[in-house]
């Protein structure tokens, strides 16, 4: 018998064929889909996270974890649809223009998807009018991600178009540092992907 400890183990060792069979058997004994993902999910990539940031976990591990994750939502996510849950909050997140990095920002997404957050993936060389596109969705918050010293400048302009508005703008990616964010008048700055759930707990905490 499968218990949600057993699922948040397997995510977290990244083994992605017993996730998806954890999750159908809690599924199958009757389990909330809620319950699965508050009581099993959700806190796998809370721990990995915290492991990254303790450099106890590694750039793979974070993948294989996110990886089994991604397996775990596939089956669950259709069902929370139908379950109306509640999400924490709306985060539209892309890399930049000009910028085809993307390995960062995909893992800075699912830590915020596995966290209970709804994520809408904009992909790579996103001008204003693509972030934009993600408030008009009703994102509540714009996480922005370069790799690149070219292509980091359009944060501070896409900072300044989302000043005078509610939505909140966060960024990171390599080149990237807090320095940098506060003289762009960015909302936020994390340098690692667990660091950004922390940071997005506050600013939609603050703005609830
Ligand atoms: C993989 C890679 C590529 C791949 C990208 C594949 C992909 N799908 O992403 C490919 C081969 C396509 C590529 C291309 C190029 N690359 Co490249 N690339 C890299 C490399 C080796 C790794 C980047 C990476 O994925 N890191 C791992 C991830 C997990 O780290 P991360 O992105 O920093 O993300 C973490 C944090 O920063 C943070 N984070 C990230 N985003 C966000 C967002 C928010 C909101 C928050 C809060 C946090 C956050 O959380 C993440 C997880 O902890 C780096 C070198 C390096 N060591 O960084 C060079 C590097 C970034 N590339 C570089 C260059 C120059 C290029 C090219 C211009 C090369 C060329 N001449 O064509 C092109 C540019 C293409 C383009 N227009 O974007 C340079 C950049 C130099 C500079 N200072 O600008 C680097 C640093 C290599 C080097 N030393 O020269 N590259």
Do not use: W
């Not at 699922?7 to 319950?35: M, P, Y």
């Not at 976990?57 to 996110?66: D, M, Q, T």
């Not at 991600?145 to 960024?171: G, R």
Request: aromatic share 4%; proline share 2%; charged share 25%.
């Amino acid at each position: 018998m499968s218990n949600f400890d057993d699922l948040k183990n397997a995510i977290i060792k990244g083994k992605r064929d017993e996730v998806i069979n954890l999750v159908n058997e809690l599924l199958a004994a009757g389990n909330d889909v809620n319950q699965i993902v508050d009581a099993g999910m959700i806190p796998a990539m809370r721990e990995i996270g915290e492991r990254f940031s303790r450099n106890e976990a590694y750039v793979p591990e974070l993948l294989i974890a996110a990886r089994a994750m991604q397996a775990g939502l596939g089956i669950v996510e259709p069902l929370l649809a139908a379950s109306g849950r509640k999400s924490l909050g709306k985060i539209a997140i892309g890399t930049v223009k000009g910028d085809l990095h993307d390995i960062g920002k995909n893992l800075v997404a699912i830590m915020l998807k596995g966290a209970g957050y709804d994520v809408i993936d904009l992909g790579v060389n996103c001008d204003i009018a693509k972030f934009e596109s993600g408030v008009e969705q009703g994102a509540d918050l714009i996480a922005c991600s370069a790799l690149l010293t070219t292509t980091m400048s359009y944060m501070k302009e896409i900072a300044e178009h989302f000043k005078n508005s509610k939505v909140k703008v966060i960024i990171g990616g390599a080149p990237v540092t807090q320095s940098f964010a506060d003289e762009i008048g960015a909302d936020g700055y994390s340098d690692d992907a667990n660091g950004a759930v922390k940071l997005v707990d506050l600013l939609l905490a603050k703005t609830a």
